[in-house]
């Protein structure tokens, strides 16, 4: 059996400060997984995020990346990508330009990466602003260059930090439908952050509702795999039905919270 894309088991964070960021946390995500995490501002949610990333070092427990240490992940030709809440496009050059970076920081031969810059644009239904620049595009049609530029490099995991929390209901919900169908159809495993119930029960295959003070994962909760998410499913009652129960063990998660906080003080 292959191992799963990342294993956490105990993994915690206490910034130099003195903050902890996140108590002891297990999370084991497969090939394929849509994992959601949510929960209250300062759960620890980014904080997760980012040491799966390597962006910070854990103060204890165990990860693994595809049965491995970080450091094998590119030895061992998988690739992570991470999709920031800002956009992050350089304003003087064009779409492909900036879908094109990462390639040209592989030194990928210029021909293969404009033609792999333009599948990924194809693939977030930008074909045709290739020759834009960031500045004459919308804030939905910049995030979807963000994508873009995370998908060209075909990464095995991707990791998405409040993607679209800046952008109007209506856009949001078409880039989900968007990200359901990349992820879904190409089977893509995802880890992705939000504030936003709504989203986290239409796009995930599995949510984990965090609790602060300290930051750690309160509940678990299953979605099932084969469900189409499209605007039918937005409109079904089992989505009412998904939103509501995690809307409940949310409010748990935020009581809980409180209590932990009254009882530190
Ligand atoms: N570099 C840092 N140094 C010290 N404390 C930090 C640092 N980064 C985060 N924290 C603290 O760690 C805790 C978790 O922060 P984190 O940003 O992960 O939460 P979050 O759930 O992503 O919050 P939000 O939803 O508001 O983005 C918070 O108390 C935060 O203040």
Same mark, same amino acid.
């Given at each position: 059996?292959?191992?799963?894309?990342?294993?956490?088991?105990?993994?915690?964070?206490?910034?130099?400060?003195?903050?902890?960021?996140?108590?002891?946390?297990?999370?084991? %995500?497969?090939?394929?997984?849509?994992?959601?995490?949510?929960?209250?501002?300062?759960?620890?949610?980014?904080?997760?995020?980012?040491?799966?990333?390597?962006?910070?070092?854990?103060?204890?427990?165990?990860?693994?990346?595809?049965?491995?240490?970080?450091?094998?992940?590119?030895?061992?030709?998988?690739?992570?990508?991470?999709?920031?809440?800002?956009?992050?496009?350089?304003?003087?050059?064009?779409?492909?330009?900036?879908?094109?970076?990462?390639?040209?920081?592989?030194?990928?031969?210029?021909?293969?990466?404009?033609?792999?810059?333009?599948?990924?644009?194809?693939? %977030?239904?930008?074909?045709?602003?290739?020759?834009?620049?960031?500045?004459?595009?919308?804030?939905?049609?910049?995030?979807?260059?963000?994508?873009?530029?995370?998908?060209?490099?075909?990464?095995?995991?991707?990791?998405?930090?409040?993607?679209?929390?800046?952008?109007?209901?209506?856009?949001?919900?078409? +880039?989900?439908?968007?990200?359901?169908?990349?992820?879904?159809?190409?089977?893509?495993?995802?880890?992705?952050?939000?504030?936003?119930?709504?989203?986290?029960?239409? +796009?995930?295959?599995?949510?984990?509702?965090?609790?602060?003070?300290?930051?750690?994962?309160?509940?678990?909760?299953?979605?099932?795999?084969?469900?189409?998410?499209?605007?039918?499913?937005?409109?079904?009652?089992?989505?009412?039905?998904?939103?509501?129960?995690?809307?409940?063990?949310?409010?748990?998660?935020?009581?809980?919270?409180?209590?932990?906080?009254?009882?530190?003080?």
């Amino acid at each position: 059996m292959s191992s799963p894309v990342l294993s956490l088991a105990s993994i915690e964070k206490v910034f130099p400060n003195g903050v902890r960021g996140l108590s002891p946390v297990d999370l084991t %995500v497969e090939k394929g997984d849509f994992v959601t995490l949510i929960g209250p501002s300062g759960c620890g949610k980014s904080t997760l995020l980012k040491l799966i990333a390597n962006l910070h070092t854990p103060s204890g427990g165990k990860m693994n990346w595809w049965g491995g240490n970080f450091g094998d992940v590119g030895r061992k030709g998988r690739r992570m990508a991470f999709v920031f809440q800002d956009a992050t496009l350089m304003p003087w050059a064009t779409i492909a330009k900036n879908v094109r970076l990462p390639l040209d920081l592989e030194k990928v031969d210029r021909s293969t990466a404009d033609k792999r810059a333009l599948a990924a644009l194809e693939r %977030v239904g930008l074909g045709h602003v290739t020759e834009h620049y960031p500045a004459q595009l919308s804030g939905g049609m910049k995030m979807r260059v963000s994508i873009a530029r995370a998908l060209v490099t075909e990464p095995d995991l991707l990791l998405m930090d409040e993607p679209f929390g800046a952008l109007d209901e209506f856009t949001r919900n078409r +880039l989900d439908e968007e990200m359901a169908r990349l992820c879904y159809e190409d089977g893509l495993t995802t880890l992705f952050v939000t504030h936003a119930l709504h989203e986290a029960a239409f +796009l995930s295959s599995r949510v984990m509702v965090m609790a602060a003070r300290p930051g750690r994962i309160h509940a678990e909760y299953e979605i099932d795999q084969s469900i189409l998410r499209n605007e039918e499913f937005r409109l079904s009652d089992q989505f009412a039905g998904i939103s509501r129960e995690l809307a409940i063990l949310l409010e748990d998660a935020s009581r809980e919270s409180m209590i932990q906080q009254e009882m530190r003080a």
